[in-house]
């Protein structure tokens, strides 16, 4: 099998797993493993027809319930002390007007905290039900990158939150996104990293696999180099995630616990996603996130974080 990231033309099988955390899609999906870049990969052909399938009813988090207010201030806490506050840090001196996008914004948390910062921020996604949920008229954009590419529209900076690791081709994509970007341009990217110490420790059960909707599971060293050879040079790299790092523990070690496919699963059942023992679920998954927390801070000191956050530009 060719690998999509460094062209190494025998990958081997590695892995058949099932859709552990959703178990919404029947599998079994087959990934590879390339020895040249340690990307650990399905085969895009194969699945091309019936990826749109692997996202269930209640994959974007929409407020609703007696949780709602709660979650919507945990998570717009998360998005600005983690995401927003490394793209802050980027820009120390200040940066006024810059114009921003960010792909995959689904409710559009991040976007609302870059306005608030200061950003001439905007979103994007393919999803119109994300794009719905965002309510910000004029911000979000829906549909593709090559519409906006069409309407000439540039940005100084686009974040990838979580996004290339679902991705069919990311180097096409990758290359593709340049068209958006004014020069100097920024890219912030973020991905599970395959290199991390829970990835090694969880092994086929590591949350950051969330297969099948995770296409191409990267090594360090593998997205360094897809971004270099798609023409970014390597600014920053940063190990800790202080949202996403401790809760992939968790949800390795208790995926029932697990808020999304708790959610994903109480629509599927009960076609609503209100649940009677909801808080004292949810609370018990804080409480272990908050445990776990160490954990995340070691791993990412070791350089070995579960979640790694480039910043590369476009000169
Ligand atoms: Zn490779």
New binding site residues.
């Given amino acids: 099998m060719h ?6 033309p025998n ?1 081997r099988q590695r892995l058949v797993m099932s859709d552990r955390f959703f178990q919404t899609s029947p599998g079994p999906f087959v990934l590879y493993e ?6 650990l990969f399905q085969d895009a052909a194969q699945i091309r027809d019936s990826v749109s399938s692997f996202y269930p009813p209640g994959y974007w988090w929409r407020p609703d319930g007696r949780a709602s207010g709660l979650e919507r201030a945990y998570r717009t806490w998360m998005v600005g002390h983690d995401q927003l506050a490394f793209v802050l840090s980027l820009f120390t001196k200040g940066q006024p007007n810059l114009r921003c996008l960010d792909i995959g914004c689904g409710e559009a948390t991040f976007v609302r905290l870059a306005l608030a910062a200061g950003l001439d921020a905007y979103g994007l996604d393919q999803a119109e039900e994300a794009v719905l949920l965002a309510d910000l008229p004029g911000r979000i954009f829906s549909g593709s990158e090559r519409e906006l590419i069409a309407r000439g529209e540039k940005f100084d900076l686009i974040t990838l939150f979580h996004a290339l690791e679902h991705m069919l081709d990311p180097f096409a994509y990758l290359k593709g996104l340049q068209k958006l970007l004014s020069r100097p341009g920024g890219l912030i990217v973020q991905v599970p990293n395959r290199d991390s110490l829970q990835a090694r420790i969880f092994g086929r059960r590591w949350y950051g696999l969330d297969c099948p909707r995770h296409v191409c599971n990267y090594s360090l060293f ?1 997205i360094l ?1 897809l971004l270099g050879k798609a023409g970014y040079r390597i600014r920053r790299v940063r190990h800790f995630s202080l949202r996403d790092n401790a809760a992939a523990i968790v949800s390795s070690v208790f995926p029932v616990l697990d808020p999304m496919s708790q959610k994903v699963k109480r629509i599927r059942r009960t076609g609503s996603s209100h649940s009677a023992g909801l808080l004292m679920r949810e609370g018990a998954y804080f409480g272990l996130f908050l445990l776990a927390q160490p954990l995340a801070a070691l791993e990412a000191a070791l350089g070995r974080g579960g979640t790694v956050t480039i910043y590369a530009t476009l000169d």
Avoid: K, L, V
């Avoid at 390339?34 to 990307?39: A, E, F, I, L, N």
């Fill in positions: 690998c999509p990231i460094c062209d190494y990958a390339c020895p040249g870049c340690r990307t593998a180099y």
